[in-house]
């Protein structure tokens, strides 16, 4: 049955669906040429272009996509023009450290900032310049509904298990929204076709708001080398096949060369889906793990990110003197602090943390007037009713419990809900015995890696943990996050089951140092080795090895919409002409014509499989010529296909994949599994 999706993405990436409105042409960027000759401005109508030799001039470089820009941006204080600045904090300028050095890193991406129109073009060539970053300027419906509503209520909830079953629980499958979505992604793969020079380039695309973009990439060029990463969880099969858009947003991701994950998990629900969805089936080989894709083989990477060493230490060199540390030794002296840092979210299990808290205070009142849970939320990123509910029941669970336990000048949960900066945060890491993470759902969740690197300290100062002696750390971790398989020393557990986390809280705050200290050193020896550099270095040679052979294959682009792919073969492959191969059949004095049945005498879609009359006409014009051999292949049963093509008196049949053979209608069949 056809599905009811979006199915026709050139008219939709033109702007040809109701209510969305075309972006302003704008000027466009120059980009690098290193052959000679004419680049043209590839409007949509061009075909895909390609080449079969590469530069003469190679430079590396990659283009890093993502949905937003590793700046910040800040309006002047006349109210004239806009200041920026790099994001420290952001994963794709931090990943930097993990390439070659002599690579020169463009990135395309958005601005946080609603930049007016008329300096759209100024703001674009400042960014080029100073910060070799192209922005995207999405028009204010377009990303409306792109971010806050395909993305963050409806991919997110369900990438994180979370199904609409009713209008008012999570976001129901919108077709504006989709629409929105790849209208969005158009816009992002332009700025890509803008600066890119497809021969020498490497892509690197990030995370669920883009993956479509490479369908629109590989449209434009064959032989384009590019990578996938998702940093959200990808949901089972189960979950996934609700999505109204599954296989076009499969295919579409089939068009990287490599698709990159947390974990293992995750890979293999993607991999499941395409089984599932598509029919395609991974193969392993040598430790890689790669989907035959019309000749082209798409890897699939499992590699965690990790943190940034280098900046976490230079934080932790001058939280040793700030005074935020003393401050909250003071404030915290004589009491076991457990420390959570999450985003308001309604996947991240604040609540079910707060009341594993009231549980070990109850279970074990030992702790009571001890044990304090400092809670650190980040400001939420997206919006809705879900997420207002759970708001309100973290603020309730805080009163009651500090209703409840709390005492003068003790207050068992202190709830800070506001931006902490990457500083302060590690001096809340420094005075804590135990992080926890409750989150019922998580990609990665870098917490934990914080944590250890802040309690270890920096080696030659005066230790962040307030003690030159041996370092120690506690980890409790849900079970459903990206990092928890990485963490072994950490106690894991069903953040459903309140009772079991409080007594995981409890175990971990309990242990003796000597365990904490073992814990803690294997954890320290993971993180410090497998940081963010170690990542990205790691994926950019699984790149290039996927892409080693791209110049060396023939490649032709098919289909439309997201049926679009590129098919892959040999050098050596010619394709067939029609004028040569009428020529050699007249030439020829003796044909076999092997004919394979469904898909070829008849279309697969067929619901009826019986020959009709012209078909059989057919068979017979060729089977009439004496130079001609005639054979229909098959894997359906003999009696089936004996009666089907009983009046072709002279067709052969090789009938269940050949296991039973006939001549002609006038020989009997002949049993070829028997034979020796």
């Given at each position: 049955m056809m599905s009811r999706s979006y199915t026709n993405l050139l008219d939709l990436a033109s702007g040809n669906f109701p209510a969305m409105g075309q972006p302003r042409e704008r000027k466009r960027l120059p980009r690098v040429m290193t052959v000679p000759g004419v680049i043209s401005e590839l409007d949509d109508d061009v075909a895909s272009v390609t080449s079969d030799v590469p530069s003469s001039v190679v430079q590396d470089r990659i283009i890093i996509v993502g949905n937003q820009l590793p700046v910040k941006a800040k309006r002047r204080p006349d109210n004239k023009g806009w200041s920026f600045s790099w994001d420290e904090d952001s994963l794709l300028l931090q990943l930097k450290d993990g390439l070659p050095e002599e690579m020169e890193v463009l990135y395309v991406g958005s601005l946080r900032a609603d930049i007016d129109l008329s300096e759209q073009d100024d703001v674009s060539q400042v960014l080029l310049d100073k910060f070799k970053c192209v922005p995207a300027f999405l028009p204010p419906d377009i990303l409306s509904k792109f971010y806050h509503g395909f993305c963050k209520q409806y991919l997110w909830p369900l990438f994180h298990y979370m199904l609409p079953i009713s209008g008012n629980h999570g976001g129901r499958f919108d077709r504006s929204l989709w629409e929105a979505y790849v209208a969005a992604n158009k816009i992002f793969s332009q700025r890509v076709i803008e600066v890119i020079n497809p021969e020498d380039d490497y892509v690197w695309i990030h995370d669920y708001h883009l993956m479509v973009l490479p369908t629109f990439l590989r449209r434009r060029f064959n032989r384009l080398r590019m990578g996938f990463f998702l940093h959200s969880p990808f949901p089972s099969s189960e979950i996934y096949r609700t999505l109204p858009v599954r296989e076009e947003i499969l295919k579409a991701l089939l068009n990287s060369d490599l698709i990159g994950f947390h974990t293992f998990d995750y890979a293999r629900h993607f991999l499941s889906c395409c089984s599932r969805m598509l029919g395609l089936e991974y193969q392993s080989k040598r430790g890689y793990i790669g989907l035959e894709y019309y000749g082209r083989t798409v890897g699939i990477k499992i590699m965690?990110?990790?943190?940034?060493?280098?900046?976490?230490?230079?934080?932790?060199?001058?939280?040793?003197?700030?005074?935020?540390?003393?401050?909250?030794?003071?404030?915290?002296?004589?009491?076991?602090?457990?420390?959570?840092?999450?985003?308001?979210?309604?996947?991240?299990?604040?609540?079910?943390?707060?009341?594993?808290?009231?549980?070990?205070?109850?279970?074990?009142?030992?702790?009571?007037?001890?044990?304090?849970?400092?809670?650190?939320?980040?400001?939420?990123?997206?919006?809705?009713?879900?997420?207002?509910?759970?708001?309100?029941?973290?603020?309730?669970?805080?009163?009651?419990?500090?209703?409840?336990?709390?005492?003068?000048?003790?207050?068992?949960?202190?709830?800070?809900?506001?931006?902490?900066?990457?500083?302060?945060?590690?001096?809340?890491?420094?005075?804590?015995?135990?992080?926890?993470?409750?989150?019922?759902?998580?990609?990665?969740?870098?917490?934990?890696?914080?944590?250890?690197?802040?309690?270890?300290?920096?080696?030659?100062?005066?230790?962040?943990?307030?003690?030159?002696?041996?370092?120690?750390?506690?980890?409790?971790?849900?079970?459903?996050?990206?990092?928890?398989?990485?963490?072994?020393?950490?106690?894991?557990?069903?953040?459903?089951?309140i009772e079991a986390t409080a007594e995981a809280m409890n175990e971990a705050i309990s242990m003796a140092d000597s365990e904490k200290?073992?814990?803690?050193?294997?954890?320290?020896?993971?993180?410090?080795?497998?940081?963010?550099?170690?990542?990205?270095?790691?994926?950019?040679?699984?790149?290039?090895?996927?892409?080693?052979?791209?110049?060396?294959?023939?490649?032709?682009?098919?289909?439309?919409?997201?049926?679009?792919?590129?098919?892959?073969?040999?050098?050596?492959?010619?394709?067939?002409?029609?004028?040569?191969?009428?020529?050699?059949?007249?030439?020829?004095?003796?044909?076999?014509?092997?004919?394979?049945?469904?898909?070829?005498?008849?279309?697969?879609?067929?619901?009826?499989?019986?020959?009709?009359?012209?078909?059989?006409?057919?068979?017979?014009?060729?089977?009439?010529?004496?130079?001609?051999?005639?054979?229909?292949?098959?894997?359906?049963?003999?009696?089936?296909?004996?009666?089907?093509?009983?009046?072709?008196?002279?067709?052969?049949?090789?009938?269940?994949?050949g296991y039973f053979m006939r001549w002609s209608v006038d020989e009997d069949w002949e049993n070829c599994g028997q034979r020796n």
């Open positions: 965690p990110v990790g943190i940034h060493m280098g900046q976490i230490q230079s934080v932790l060199k001058l939280a040793d003197k700030d005074w935020r540390v003393e401050e909250l030794k003071q404030q915290f002296e004589g009491k076991t602090v457990l420390l959570g840092v999450d985003d308001m979210d309604i996947f991240k299990g604040v609540n079910l943390k707060l009341l594993a808290m009231e549980q070990l205070l109850k279970q074990h009142p030992k702790w009571q007037r001890r044990a304090v849970l400092v809670q650190i939320t980040n400001p939420a990123r997206g919006r809705g009713r879900d997420l207002e509910e759970v708001q309100a029941e973290i603020q309730e669970s805080c009163r009651r419990i500090n209703e409840t336990f709390g005492r003068p000048g003790y207050e068992p949960v202190v709830f800070i809900d506001r931006p902490v900066s990457l500083s302060e945060r590690s001096a809340y890491f420094t005075i804590a015995e135990c992080v926890v993470v409750a989150a019922v759902r998580d990609g990665m969740n870098l917490t934990p890696y914080e944590y250890i690197v802040c309690r270890q300290g920096v080696s030659g100062s005066e230790s962040s943990s307030g003690s030159s002696g041996p370092k120690k750390s506690m980890l409790v971790v849900s079970e459903f996050i990206g990092c928890s398989p990485s963490l072994s020393g950490a106690i894991r557990v069903n953040p459903w089951n200290q073992l814990r803690h050193e294997k954890h320290y020896r993971y993180v410090s080795t497998h940081d963010v550099a170690y990542w990205s270095r790691s994926f950019y040679q699984d790149m290039e090895r996927t892409c080693k052979d791209h110049f060396r294959r023939r490649c032709w682009g098919i289909g439309l919409s997201f049926g679009f792919r590129v098919v892959a073969l040999d050098p050596n492959f010619k394709k067939l002409n029609i004028d040569q191969i009428e020529s050699a059949y007249i030439k020829s004095k003796n044909r076999a014509i092997l004919l394979d049945y469904d898909g070829t005498v008849m279309p697969q879609t067929t619901i009826n499989k019986t020959p009709n009359q012209e078909v059989i006409s057919i068979i017979n014009t060729l089977c009439s010529d004496v130079k001609n051999t005639v054979f229909v292949v098959s894997g359906r049963g003999r009696d089936s296909l004996g009666k089907w093509f009983d009046p072709c008196k002279k067709l052969g049949i090789a009938a269940e994949h």
